[in-house]
Structures are given as C-alpha cells and as structure tokens.
C-alpha cells in the first residue's frame, strides 16, 4: 500500500478520493509507477 491508501476512513480517504482531489485542483497524478515517473520527467528542465 502507498502512501495515498495509508488512511482510510469509511469511504472518505481513500486513493482514488485523493487523486479526484488533487485533479480536480491540477496536479497531474499518475495511475502506475511508469506513468508517475514519466510526469515527474515531463516537469524537469532538459539538460543541454
């Protein structure tokens, strides 16, 4: 479990709760490793 399940509440708190939260003010959040890396790559400056 990551850190987006690591508390739950009924049906409040839950990850797919947080990650409507922050897309709904944004951030884009990724659904796998692969796609998180890859936004977190899409924000760096390239190097030249």
């Known amino acids: 479990m990551g850190h987006a399940g690591a508390i739950v509440s009924?049906?409040?708190?839950?990850?797919?709760?947080k990650?409507?939260?922050l897309e709904a003010i944004g951030v884009s959040v990724g659904s796998?490793?692969?796609e998180?890396?890859?936004l977190v790559l899409a924000q760096l400056?390239?190097?030249q």
């Open 19 to 21: 990650k409507e939260e």
């Open 10 to 17: 009924g049906s409040a708190g839950t990850a797919r709760a």
């Open 45 to 47: 400056p390239r190097a």
């Open 36 to 38: 998180t890396a890859e």
């Open 32 to 34: 796998t490793p692969t």
